[in-house]
């Protein structure tokens, strides 16, 4: 298996423009979920998803970041307007209920 | 929500040293406590887990305990290597396969 597999590794964009990274879970797992990561907060759950369901985006930090799971191999996180405080490294991670595989992250700057 | 507070947050040992990392958290109906190893530009990896009916738990020489009367869990490393050398997560969910929250990580230094 290839594994959890993140694109792009890597996105600098422009403030305002529109941001969407993707991610191809694990055949098999049914949850996925998508999280960021700075230096200031660690961590952060932003949204996951059970069976392509999402079950809790309560750390959707705004209205701009939006996610979709249409199929069970594939799921968005859509930044749009992005911003500069936006710029972290989001992983994707994936999971049948034991602990998680992450990706490899994008890691995105804004600018 | 559950909060995860990790300690200390920078660590360095000589090779062949232990290291210990702790943890505690805050919602008692946690179960399941993973942690992950998360080297230079890569994602975090799993590298060993527990549940909440377990006290303790060994894989050659990473060891995890778990006292769940004073919700805290900890980390064991033994006979530490340089290759060892990254940040560690804790984290502690409600039951595996729900949202995990993680701690803030420790970033550990083995000296040869």
Same mark, same amino acid.
């Given at each position: 298996?290839?594994?959890?597999?993140?694109?792009?590794?890597?996105?600098?964009?422009?403030?305002?423009?529109?941001? =969407?990274?993707?991610?191809?879970?694990?055949?098999?797992?049914?949850?996925?979920?998508?999280?960021?990561? =700075?230096?200031?907060? #660690?961590?952060?759950?932003?949204?996951?998803?059970?069976?392509?369901?999402?079950?809790?985006?309560?750390?959707?930090?705004?209205?701009?970041?939006?996610?979709?799971?249409?199929?069970?191999?594939?799921? =968005?996180?859509?930044?749009?307007?992005?911003?500069?405080?936006?710029?972290?490294?989001?992983?994707?991670?994936?999971?049948? #209920?034991? #602990?998680? =595989?992450?990706?490899? #992250?994008?890691?995105?700057?804004?600018? | 929500?559950?909060?995860?507070?990790?300690?200390?947050?920078?660590?360095?040992?000589?090779?062949?040293?232990?290291?210990?990392?702790?943890?505690?958290?805050?919602?008692? %109906?946690?179960?399941?406590?993973?942690?992950?190893?998360?080297?230079?530009?890569?994602?975090?990896?799993?590298?060993?887990?527990?549940?909440?009916?377990?006290?303790?738990?060994?894989?050659?020489?990473?060891?995890?305990?778990?006292?769940?009367? %004073?919700?805290?869990?900890?980390?064991?490393?033994?006979? @530490?290597?340089?290759?060892?050398?990254?940040?560690?997560?804790?984290? %502690?969910?409600?039951?595996?396969?729900?949202?995990?929250?993680?701690?803030?990580?420790?970033?550990?230094?083995? @000296?040869?």
């Amino acid at each position: 298996d290839a594994g959890v597999i993140q694109s792009p590794r890597h996105e600098v964009t422009e403030m305002g423009q529109e941001v =969407t990274l993707r991610c191809k879970p694990i055949s098999g797992h049914d949850y996925l979920f998508w999280y960021r990561q =700075t230096m200031m907060r #660690g961590l952060e759950l932003l949204i996951y998803f059970n069976n392509n369901v999402p079950i809790d985006d309560s750390g959707m930090p705004e209205d701009r970041f939006s996610a979709k799971m249409p199929n069970a191999s594939f799921s =968005t996180l859509k930044i749009q307007p992005s911003e500069p405080r936006d710029s972290a490294v989001y992983f994707c991670a994936s999971s049948t #209920g034991g #602990g998680y =595989t992450f990706g490899s #992250g994008t890691r995105l700057t804004v600018v | 929500g559950e909060n995860v507070e990790q300690h200390p947050s920078t660590l360095s040992v000589q090779e062949g040293d232990s290291a210990v990392i702790k943890c505690t958290y805050s919602d008692s %109906a946690s179960n399941y406590f993973p942690w992950y190893k998360q080297e230079l530009g890569k994602g975090p990896q799993l590298i060993i887990d527990i549940r909440s009916n377990v006290g303790e738990k060994k894989d050659q020489r990473i060891a995890v305990t778990l006292n769940k009367t %004073a919700k805290h869990f900890s980390l064991h490393i033994t006979e @530490t290597q340089p290759e060892d050398s990254a940040v560690y997560f804790c984290a %502690a969910s409600i039951r595996s396969g729900y949202a995990l929250n993680f701690g803030k990580g420790t970033s550990l230094l083995v @000296t040869p």
